[in-house]
């Protein structure tokens, strides 16, 4: 979806509700879309209408790139407490691939054109001085491609009136010019499906109480690791006990640590 506003994201997600299908949304933006006390659905409290919806469809939501003056902390608390994913723009920048996993394991993706600085793309209503780099913002449509999983994306919240020098149109082009690269190099890498593609590795952490099994591609060297046993998990939420991760992650396994990405998933599976 090119172009609309942000809140093109709830429809989105209802029709996943339609397929009765439990995903996991990524959302590239500076700040919560959260706002309370309006029945209407915009850009500003699209968030709140998605975890709000019952029956509930939602398994897990990531934002990308927030920052901190434009977020309050009780809503921080609230991702927490839910068992999100929050991650601070200053956090990642320079290391973009330690978000790699997360794109890699969403159904949805939205991405918000404020998210990015003003100097990059100048045409948004209320484009602020930081944000991604223009760079950055195509190596996220790239990683979005290249997810086997993801099957819709939006870039929202363009605005022609204020792209005097039509920057921010030539810098989503070029964004979908590399959605499009990762989606021609998709690699269709499945460890429950192919596993003679990866190498597997059982690591024991707390002292051999609890032992998580990682995965690594023979082809890409992706990370992923395993939440449980299907057995355990109640058949809605079988598609996600395989979750992609980082290379980080299994070294901190190593180090007898459980990553925070496998403590959060184990959560809300268990």
Known sequence: IIGGSQDLTYGCYKAYEKLQQIINIVAVDRKFDFSNGDDDTHSENYLRKIILQQPNYLFNYSIIGYQSYYVEQDLIKLMDNLFFDTHRLGMIKGNLIEIEPLIRNCDLLSFDMGAIRAGDSPGHATAGPNGFFGDEACQIARYAGLSDKLSAIGFFEYNSEYDNR?????????????????????????????????????????????????????????????????????????????????????????????????????????
């Open 166 to 270: 039509e920057l921010s149109a030539q810098l989503m082009a070029q964004m979908i010019w590399y959605f499009l690269e990762g989606l021609y190099n998709r690699k269709n890498e499945d460890p429950a499906v192919n596993a003679d593609d990866f190498l597997k590795y059982h690591v024991s952490v707390n002292s051999g109480k609890d032992d998580i099994v990682f995965y690594r591609s023979k082809n890409t060297d992706r990370w992923w690791m395993e939440i449980g046993s299907k057995q355990s998990i109640k058949n809605e939420y079988r598609r996600h006990n395989l979750i992609p991760c980082s290379f980080a992650d299994y070294k901190k396994a190593c180090d007898n640590d459980i990553p925070d990405r496998w403590w959060k998933t184990f959560q809300k599976l268990m």
